[in-house]
């Protein structure tokens, strides 16, 4: 290769390939950086061509010394610099494959004569390089890329330590795409090659093994990566329902604090009552005292503790909005497939949504009500709440992750839901009937019989009503 070859030909190349798989990758590259990993790509590739690697297997070489390149000039974590690369040497590859052959039927020249003439190759490469400037620029105007390497490098150092295993798992699978890609395009271009006669057959030989060999590998990491990005999925979701968890639990501990502040000032009127020698207004004030903490209390009766906190957090939440809810169960929550974790996360986030609803309605009567049952062969929780229809477009989206008509809210309750009730393989419903909107969710009983029939027994069938809007004594 000669120097005005490597000049205008070999440097341009290696440049339009690093801009074009920055911009696909959705990150900035300074012209600096661009500079040095062009000139250095260049160098690299001119030393293999002079070595005695096989054509083919020496573009491989030159993969894995061009990521190595990126990542040392950039500093960017290598997973992500291997993407960069692959993406931009796939689209490259891909092009060189679609014009070259077309480009040798226009002008009727062999492959080996335009190689053996700097005038020729660098004409030809002329006409490639437009075509992909033109590509780069485009994505450029319209700020087109595949991915978001410069929002997700951003947020990196606010993830936790599953969701950076997660992300990870995810990069991994990115390369085991365009692996597979990027050889196609390889292999590709060593078949169009030994076809023209510029090949010796034992270069492709070889390279026909290499490139079997590679492709056992891909699969066999594939097939890892898949099963390790499932374990962090059920890993991730395990970490969103501890989360919603430890919300409910922050709830209940705030209701508790604020009665134990009422409490002083309750105390402190008892006392006043009984130095004046009002007993009888004494007596009545503790009574009123024990009957306004009792009926929360008789909301969360249930036999599961973890849900039946989370319960009295929700039922707290009621009565500051003055929404009366109630809670209707005529099973025992000991044999739902659900964990604690799971249920609270279904049922809070459900909960949470039906108490929002009721509190913006404007209707003359609010309420929330919850309900287990448990029918052959499924358990059905119901949630419903006093409101306006759901539009049917926000009804199509709502489990979609981050969607929310709430400017404040994430969007995550429902897609929760719906993941927790997809993992059981269950059913989630919504309609509107008799001014109430009622979700109900469906959960199939992996032990049918066994826990209805215990709960029986027991006799623990609880069906209680806790009225937020009316004070004990009113009603």
């Known amino acids: 290769m000669s120097l005005l070859t490597l000049l205008l030909v070999s440097l341009p190349e290696a440049l339009l390939v690093t801009m074009l798989g920055f911009q696909l990758a959705g990150l900035g590259i300074t012209p600096r950086q661009l500079i040095i990993t062009g000139m250095a790509q260049t160098a690299s590739s001119y030393f293999i061509r002079l070595s005695s690697i096989p054509f083919g297997l020496h573009s491989l070489v030159q993969i894995a010394i061009y990521i190595l390149i990126i990542r040392f000039v950039t500093g960017i974590p290598l997973r992500r610099v291997a993407i960069i690369a692959l993406l931009g040497l796939v689209i490259y590859g891909t092009l060189d494959a679609a014009i070259i052959p077309p480009l040798l039927s226009i002008t009727g020249y062999s492959l080996p004569e335009i190689l053996s003439r700097d005038g020729m190759r660098i004409g030809a490469f002329l006409t490639e390089a437009s075509i992909i400037l033109l590509f780069i620029i485009a994505c450029r105007r319209y700020n087109f890329h595949l991915l978001d390497f410069a929002g997700e490098l951003k947020d990196r150092a606010s993830k936790d330590g599953i969701a950076k295993k997660t992300e990870n798992a995810y990069l991994n699978l990115y390369i085991l795409v365009l692996l597979p890609v990027l050889m196609l395009a390889v292999l590709n271009i060593v078949l169009f090659v030994s076809q023209t006669g510029a090949l010796p057959s034992k270069y492709f030989h070889l390279f026909a093994a290499s490139f079997g060999l590679i492709l056992i590998t891909i699969t066999v990491l594939s097939m890892g990566v898949l099963t390790k990005i499932s374990i962090l999925k059920e890993k991730e979701l395990e970490a969103r329902q501890a989360g919603e968890t430890i919300v409910h639990l922050d709830k209940l501990i705030k209701t508790i ?219």
Do not use: W
Not at 377 to 405: K, Q, W
């Open 257 to 475: 604090r604020k009665q134990r502040h009422d409490f002083n000032h309750h105390l402190q009127a008892v006392y006043g009552l009984l130095e004046v020698g009002s007993c009888d207004k004494a007596r009545d004030y503790v009574k009123q005292m024990f009957l306004d903490i009792s009926n929360p209390a008789e909301v969360v009766k249930t036999d599961n503790p973890g849900i039946s906190a989370m319960l009295f957090a929700k039922a707290g939440q009621a009565e500051a909005r003055g929404i009366p809810f109630s809670v209707s169960m005529d099973c025992s929550l000991q044999s739902v497939p659900l964990s604690t974790m799971e249920a609270n996360s279904l049922l809070g986030n459900l909960l949470d949504n039906a108490i929002e609803a009721a509190a913006a309605y404007t209707g003359a009567h609010r309420s929330v009500r919850l309900e287990i049952t448990r029918e052959p062969g499924e358990y059905i929780f119901t949630v419903a709440n006093t409101g306006d229809p759901i539009p049917p477009e926000t009804r199509d989206r709502m489990c979609e992750l981050h969607y929310s008509t709430k400017k404040s809210n994430q969007g995550l309750g429902l897609t929760i839901v719906k993941e927790i009730v997809d993992k059981y393989s269950g059913r989630l419903t919504v309609e509107h009937a008799g001014g109430e909107t009622i979700f109900s969710v469906h959960i199939p009983n992996q032990g049918a019989g066994r826990g209805h029939d215990r709960f029986k027994q027991t006799g623990r069938c609880h069906s209680r009503t806790y009225d937020a809007s009316v004070r004990p004594g009113e009603g």
